[in-house]
């Protein structure tokens, strides 16, 4: 009996199979063209359907990401350079946008009517010189351990989290998420974090912090610092916490409390990390390096680790870029082969293959809605896709 | 023995013949010869009283009969001395012609044939068989003669087992006799003579029984059940090596096997034979163990006599058909390897012992010059040079070591021989070769180490083997090196050849062996429905093939594997085919698991199937291949840049002529192995050979150039060079058969003549059967701004169609008019291909030497140069290049070269030549007295008859034959060009040389 329902189990799952690998991974829903150079970084606004582009040659583009038309376009860092990162996020203001060029500044912008200002609200001089996006510090949105929230976080009590599905952070008001504007951003030498108040310009910290004591030289063993992200744990009271990777494949958990060494360090990877993402609840997170491999992570404040959940093996090195989508339920990789390959976050599981761009894809990035995917690449375009898209409650 | 009833019998006999021959009546001939055969013969009542007449039967009742001892008496003096032989000339003669006919059958039976079928069968067989052959005496009617003979023949010797008596009057005779010794052996060899040579004698058709199969089974049959009687009777205790004790039975049926045998029934015996032994052998292993098998089989009753009697055949010829035909027939049989042995054994175990003849028999000619199958050579080995019975396990060592090495370096002597791989047939170097890996595979190290010559021989005979172009010489070397490294270092075998990776090794060589014979008939047939093409090498198709079947195999079997491996009865957990990851419940630690399992089933993935097709450098410079070629550390780049190499030759850009001669050099240079991955070798191979050709078709001189140094550097391998000449060919036939469009020539008038027609009046040109052309009214405008015409036009051949007008504008287009031409171009080219090629072959330098070892580049380029020359056929240029090529092929190292391979490759290429040259060119040299071209082609002719008649290889043997018909055909079709020459200028004109002519072209027997 219990044979015979297995064979029938079996050849279900073999007809399902067998349906679901007929179908074709899906075209982008749009591709965005205008861009003279390699697009850098994409960011979607964080509640608005606004899409920012950055590209080798210095050029910002804002985008409609509805009508799928350039509303605005400026040069705003130096042409030889170019911008390197791209960032907005409710907790540097609603119509703010961060970008990072190559060539050492930081610029605070303001997009009042949908268009960018003439100068920069702030510019930030940090004089690094590198590959290393910058990072804003990502709030947690929600989780399990809402209850337990420690009273420096009541600014993700107070805002709703919702489970609509779009605007989770954008719900949170002004007032409240002023206190870090922060920037992540690697620093002048190379193997440092520094972090900048993005309302001040100045320098708020660095990691490791060189006062604290020694250089630390297992830090400078790592090499340079490849990819960033800030984050604010649920359970961190208040505290930033980094994540950073190493070109050494390491990958160490800060907490700036605790400035002069990482509170966790793990090497996931034997070649640079290149890209580090943290998911909504900031309980796990995905990196992808110069190797072949993709690490899905799982992090616990409590005790402080680090830990391999996943870990998948493509057959070319190299991812450029990932992102988790706001609702956690799958995550990107823009790789080195032209493709930006599709996961579900929590199992793991491969979910497609999006195969448009002609060259090094640099950058994917979720809408906050989740509905959208845009990729960037070097082939000068960014590709616009809608995969599997959440269900609307009505 | 009485000389009183000596005498009384001669007497009777004396009345009874003149009584016969007195007689004017049928029934006075029958009571004559009754008062004998009463005395004679215990007859019962008369049952033919009854039908003589009346006045005999007092007379035939008169007999009376004698007691019966004296008939027995009576007999026997009757049938030792001289007056059966008396009587029965005169009943086989004078009775049978004058007075046979008319005697009733019960007469015949019990008067007439009863001397014959109840007499002493060894002189009734004496008395008879003479008949047969009495065809110069005319006084008797010699059809009835012949008729009575051959009756009482069939009557005594098949159907009343005579030669079952014969056996057994042996066996009497050998107590009470006076002939002895030679005297008697000469009697029993003329006995055996008689009986063997009666169906020759007998006349064909008339007596089924007599037909050499029907007699000859039935003549073995009573022989060997009389000599299995024979055996039985035997006293036991008779010492079996007493070699004094043999019995004339024995000699008398050993001379009759010798006589069949020899007479070509060898089959008929053994089907009597073989199941005879066979059964015994059967009963007997059944049912004893093994031990001391061989001692007892001597003792048993009914086995003994086998071998006394193959010990008595002094016919060696007659004894090897026996044992060749035995063995065939086992083989057929599917006997399996222990009865086979022991069924040798039984028959020829004391002839080999005490006969070196028949030892080296087996030992030599079975092994080296026969060809059996594989079983039989088993069979050989275990019989002859073991000398242990195959199933004998226990006692590994029990077999003759001494002799096994002996023989082991014998086979290795012959077997390393170069010439025996040049020369020997290819299923003789097969067997040979089995017999050597079979004595390998018996052999431990240390008889391997006592003989140090038969190591270093075997490494020889391996690596000539190895350079071999034929796949299955190659295979023999590997198989032959396995068992060598077997011997050497059980743990360590070495695999010469990828595709052979089994723990046994199938000495057979047979599956691939049919597939070359059908390779080659096919071949043949070709050539006879199209000589030229035909005439391509069976060798490279079979070398294809070969490589091509060992792969399918490979596959096959790995698929099986892979089969194997789903169990239908595994058991399968649902949990696991619904694809959950173990590490999911530790990790998936946020919101509800119900809403996330909902919401995640929408989570299907898509199609995940991948491929870097579009990843792939891409190329639009030659340049740039070339460059990548150069880095042969960029594995992908080698890849790719050979993948659009020939589409970047073929598209012939501005710059080809400038790196035509580096990228030639490069894609040489390039080792295929070396990037790509296993088992896709072959792909990049042909892929590199396809831009080589291309290269070269598209821009050939300066390719060629380069080509035709590297072809005689030392820098590049056998097989670079191989490759050099493949392209070539490649090339050369691919020039050759260039298509291309060219636009049909359209006379066109540039300026339109003036005529009453308006200009924007369409002409009537195109295509036949179009009307004329007719001006559109467009209704509803008064103002017409244009003229529109329209016409009806034919629809062309293979048009569908489908409205009902065609209209066409002024302009028409012809590019439809366009037509693909073929044309030779490979004519212009043919000496930069040929002349530099044919200069190095006979230089040898550092790494370069054609005549000698790398005579498979010879070949190759031979054949290269004979498809170059067919290239051209019929074109000036053949006819220029036609002499240094032949001048090439003369050389005595080619044309004479020891490798069979090499001379295909020049009898291709006289083939070629024979068809390239035109009749007319030869015609126009032999009036012209230039000797050059008409002396080359009188030696190939001759040449081509040498090979046909003295060659070795068979598929020499045919292009040799298919040589002399080409040449014969040139030789026709020339002798009519020059007849029609004489007949425009009238023979005086020309000084042709009348004895050149008629000896320069000769129209050979073929």
């Not at chain 2, 089907?271 to 163990?289: D, K, M, Y």
């Not at chain 2, 096994?404 to 370096?409: A, R, S």
């Not at chain 2, 290795?412 to 040049?422: D, I, L, N, Y």
């Not at chain 2, 990828?498 to 059908?518: A, L, Q, V, Y």
Request: net charge negative; hydrophobic share 40%.
């Amino acid at each position: 009996m219990l044979q015979w329902q297995a064979l029938r189990w079996k050849a279900i799952k073999e007809e399902e199979d067998y349906r679901m690998s007929k179908r074709p991974p899906p075209d982008p829903v749009a591709v965005l063209r205008g861009h003279r150079a390699s697009v850098m970084d994409v960011c979607f606004h964080p509640s608005k359907n606004i899409l920012f582009s950055g590209a080798a040659d210095g050029e910002l583009r804002i985008w409609d990401s509805v009508q799928r038309r350039t509303i605005s376009s400026a040069l705003v860092h130096n042409a030889a350079h170019g911008i390197i990162g791209l960032a907005a996020s409710p907790l540097i203001g609603d119509d703010k946008v961060v970008s990072q060029g190559r060539d050492g500044t930081v610029k605070y912008w303001d997009i009042g009517d949908g268009d960018l200002s003439r100068n920069p609200l702030v510019t930030i001089k940090t004089n690094s010189y590198h590959f290393c996006k910058l990072s804003l510090v990502k709030k947690f949105a929600f989780g399990p351990c809402q209850t337990g929230v420690p009273e420096n976080c009541q600014d993700a009590e107070g805002g709703e989290t919702t489970f609509q599905g779009n605007q989770m952070e954008s719900i949170e008001d002004s007032e409240q998420v002023k206190g870090p504007k922060y920037v992540a951003v690697s620093g002048e030498q190379s193997s440092v974090v520094e972090l900048w108040d993005l309302a001040s310009a100045e320098k708020f910290l660095q990691l490791p912090h060189l006062s604290s004591g020694l250089p630390n030289t297992t830090t400078k063993a790592r090499g340079m610092c490849m990819a960033l992200q800030a984050f604010l744990s649920p359970e961190s009271q208040g505290y930033l916490n980094v994540l950073t990777g190493y070109e050494d494949g390491s990958m160490a958990w800060w907490d700036v409390r605790n400035p002069g060494v990482p509170m966790n360090s793990v090497k996931f990877h034997k070649e640079p990390v290149l890209s580090l993402c943290i998911d909504g609840a900031c309980s796990g997170g995905i990196s992808g390096a110069a190797d072949e491999k993709l690490v899905f992570f799982s992090l616990d404040y409590q005790l402080g680790s680090a830990l391999v959940k996943k870990e998948i093996t493509l057959e070319r090195p190299g991812i450029a870029g990932t992102s988790i989508r706001p609702d956690g339920k799958i995550a990107a990789f823009a790789g080195w082969d032209h493709r930006v390959r599709v996961y579900n976050y929590r199992k793991g599981i491969a979910l497609a293959i999006l195969k448009y761009h002609h060259a090094t894809c640099n950058t994917v990035s979720f809408s906050a809605d989740s509905k959208l995917l845009a990729s960037s690449s070097e082939d000068t375009t960014v590709a616009m896709w809608e995969l599997y898209p959440p269900q609307t409650v009505t | 023995m009485g000389e009183v009833e000596e005498k009384a019998v001669l007497e009777k006999v004396g009345n009874v013949v003149a009584s016969i021959n007195g007689s004017k009546h049928v029934d006075q001939v029958i009571s004559a010869v009754y008062s004998l055969a009463a005395l004679l013969f215990p007859l019962e009542t008369l049952s033919f009283i009854g039908s003589i007449s009346e006045k005999y039967r007092d007379e035939v009742r008169s007999v009376e009969a004698l007691s019966e001892n004296q008939t027995k008496e009576w007999w026997k003096v009757f049938y030792k001395g001289a007056a059966f032989p008396a009587l029965a000339r005169v009943l086989l003669y004078d009775v049978a012609s004058d007075w046979l006919v008319c005697f009733p059958i019960s007469a015949r039976k019990n008067v007439y044939d009863v001397f014959f079928v109840k007499g002493r069968m060894t002189e009734v067989v004496q008395a008879i068989v003479p008949c047969l052959q009495n065809r110069g005496s005319t006084s008797y009617d010699t059809s009835a003669v012949y008729s009575n003979a051959e009756r009482l023949l069939v009557l005594c010797l098949v159907e009343n087992d005579g030669a079952f008596q014969m056996v057994k009057e042996f066996n009497f005779q050998c107590e009470s006799e006076e002939l002895t010794g030679d005297k008697l052996k000469q009697a029993i060899s003329m006995l055996a003579q008689l009986v063997t040579s009666i169906p020759d004698k007998a006349r064909p058709g008339i007596s089924s029984a007599l037909s050499s199969h029907l007699f000859f089974k039935s003549i073995t049959t009573q022989l060997l059940s009389g000599a299995e009687e024979w055996d039985k009777n035997l006293p036991d205790g008779v010492d079996s090596c007493n070699k004094i004790y043999t019995h004339d039975t024995i000699v008398f049926i050993g001379e009759i096997v010798a006589r069949i045998c020899r007479r070509g029934s060898a089959d008929v015996l053994l089907s009597e034979l073989i199941p005879r032994v066979l059964c015994q052998a059967r009963n007997f292993l059944s049912g004893t163990a093994n031990v001391s098998v061989n001692k007892t089989f001597e003792l048993k009753p009914g086995l003994r006599f086998w071998s006394r009697v193959i010990e008595e055949i002094k016919d060696s010829y007659a004894v090897e058909r026996l044992s060749e035909q035995l063995l065939h027939q086992l083989a057929a049989q599917n006997t399996n390897d222990i009865e086979a042995y022991w069924i040798l054994w039984i028959l020829f175990h004391r002839s080999y012992e005490n006969q070196p003849l028949i030892r080296s028999m087996f030992v030599d000619k079975f092994l080296l010059w026969k060809v059996f199958p594989i079983c039989c050579l088993r069979w050989i080995l275990h019989f002859a040079i073991l000398e242990c019975s195959p199933d004998n396990t226990l006692l590994t060592k029990a077999y003759h070591a001494h002799r096994l090495v002996e023989t082991m370096q014998r086979l290795v002597s012959v077997w390393s021989k170069r010439e025996f791989v040049q020369s020997s047939r290819l299923e003789q170097q097969a067997y040979v070769t089995a017999a050597l890996g079979l004595c390998l595979e018996k052999m431990s190290k240390e008889d391997l180490d006592a003989t140090k010559d038969a190591i270093h021989s075997i490494l020889q005979g391996v690596s000539c083997r190895l350079e071999s172009p034929d796949h299955l010489v190659r295979k023999m070397a590997s198989s032959v090196a396995l068992v060598f490294s077997k011997v050497v270092d059980p743990q360590n075998p070495l695999y010469l050849d990828d595709n052979c990776h089994d723990e046994t090794i199938d000495w057979e060589f047979k599956p691939t062996m049919s597939d070359r014979s059908s390779v080659a008939k096919s071949h043949h047939k070709d050539e006879e429905a199209d000589k030229v093409k035909g005439l391509d090498m069976a060798k490279e198709a079979n070398g294809v093939d070969d490589a091509d079947m060992g792969k399918k195999v490979k596959g096959r079997k790995q698929k099986l594997l892979e089969f194997k491996l789903v169990d239908p009865d595994e058991v399968i957990d649902p949990a696991a085919l619904n694809g959950e990851l173990i590490s999911d419940g530790e990790g998936d630690d946020f919101g509800s698991e119900d809403s996330d399992s909902l919401s995640d089933t929408s989570l299907e993935p898509y199609d995940l199937t991948d491929d870097d097709a579009d990843l792939k450098r891409k190329f639009s410079q030659l340049v740039d291949v070339v460059g990548a070629l150069r880095k042969s550390d960029d594995v992908d780049g080698v890849e790719g840049a050979l993948n659009v190499a020939e589409k970047l030759v073929r598209a012939s850009p501005d710059e080809l002529k400038y790196v035509a001669s580096d990228l030639a050099r490069t894609l040489v240079q390039v080792r295929c192995s070396d990037f790509t991955v296993e088992g896709e070798e072959e792909s990049a191979e042909e892929k590199r050979q396809k831009a080589l050709v291309a290269l070269i078709v598209t821009c050939p001189l300066e390719s060629l150039e380069a080509l035709h140094t590297l072809l005689y550097s030392a820098t590049v391998d056998v097989s670079q060079r191989i490759m050099i000449l493949d392209v070539m060919t490649g090339a050369a036939q691919e020039l050759a058969s260039m298509k291309f469009l060219k636009p049909e020539y359209q006379p066109r008038n540039l300026i339109s003549s003036v005529s009453d027609k308006p200009w924007f009046i369409p002409r009537n040109i195109g295509p036949p059967g179009a009307s004329s052309w007719k001006e559109i009214s467009t209704p509803g405008t008064l103002l017409n701004w244009s003229y529109s015409y329209e016409r009806e036009l034919p629809p062309r051949p293979g048009q569908i169609q489908r409205g009902k007008t065609r209209r066409w504008s002024l302009q028409s287009s012809v590019n439809e008019n366009q037509l693909e031409q073929s044309q030779n171009q490979f004519p212009q080219y043919a000496a930069a291909f040929m002349l530099p090629a044919m200069l190095g072959f006979d230089k040898k330098r550092h790494g370069v030497d054609l005549l000698g070892r790398d005579f498979i580049v010879l070949g190759k380029l031979i054949f290269m140069l004979g498809v170059c020359i067919k290239s051209a056929a019929m074109h000036p240029e053949a006819s220029v290049l036609a002499s240094p090529l032949l001048d090439m092929l003369r050389v005595r190292e080619i044309s004479h070269h020891i490798e069979p391979y090499v001379r295909r490759s020049v009898l291709f290429a006289a083939s070629c030549i024979l068809v390239a040259i035109h009749p007319t060119h030869v015609a126009s040299a032999l009036m012209a007295g230039n000797t050059e071209i008409p002396r080359g082609l009188e030696w190939i002719r001759t040449w081509a008859h040498d090979i046909a008649e003295s060659d070795t290889d068979r598929e020499c043997y045919m292009l040799a034959m298919t040589c002399l018909q080409l040449h014969s055909e040139l030789a026709l079709q020339t002798s009519r060009a020059l007849e029609s020459t004489e007949g425009t200028f009238g023979t005086e004109t020309l000084g042709l040389p009348s004895a050149l002519a008629s000896g320069m072209i000769k129209i050979p027997r073929v």
